[in-house]
């Protein structure tokens, strides 16, 4: 056996056991948006297969963030892990969506952080940081004014497609 076919065995071994190691391990009431990341990436022309996730909860106090994940990546040769504040920071699932929605952008879609603003002074992107509220309906229904729920679509699709142009609402 030649040096290089050597190596190359190794390489196989190492990577098949790595991959092995892999676990998907989602909380039930957290898969549907886990489900919906996958379908919105379908509509948009990209198919994406999650197979190395783990999302869990902290109630530590010491866990200062709402939520973040381990690994900015696209890549598949890594466990993936979302850590959620077990304390819940969000106010409605339009807000808890936008939080996983955010969180699995880093870790399956590779994207960092993204703090543009619109000319308006709304955020670009969904990978804005410390904004759950960006398409969310009221939380209190006083008016119809604090509802943003029509801005989804434009964040959904900046999501998967970073280059498109800021909608007509932000200029
Ligand atoms: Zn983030």
């Avoid at 010491?62 to 920071?89: E, L, M």
């Avoid at 952080?113 to 940081?129: A, E, F, N, Q, R």
């Avoid at 998967?160 to 007509?168: E, L």
Wanted: charged share 15%.
């Amino acid at each position: 056996m030649s040096r290089y076919v050597l190596i190359a065995s190794i390489l196989i071994v190492l990577g098949c056991h790595k991959q092995a190691g892999f676990v998907y391990q989602v909380p039930q009431e957290l898969e549907p948006i886990v489900q919906k990341f996958i379908t919105e990436a379908q509509m948009r022309g990209h198919t994406i297969t999650i197979s190395n996730l783990i999302i869990q909860y902290d109630y530590s106090p010491s866990f200062q963030y709402c939520a973040v994940s381990n690994i900015i990546s696209s890549r598949n040769d890594a466990q993936k892990i979302i850590t959620i504040n077990g304390h819940p920071c969000w106010l409605n699932s339009a807000q808890l969506e936008t939080l996983i929605f955010h969180e699995l952008a880093h870790c399956i879609l590779g994207r960092d952080h993204d703090m543009s603003l619109m000319p308006k002074g709304y955020p670009k992107s969904i990978m804005y940081t410390g904004d759950l509220t960006m398409y969310s309906p009221c939380v209190y229904a006083l008016s119809d004014s604090c509802n943003k729920a029509y801005r989804r679509t434009y964040y959904i699709d900046e999501l998967f497609n970073p280059s498109i142009p800021v909608p007509a609402w932000g200029m």
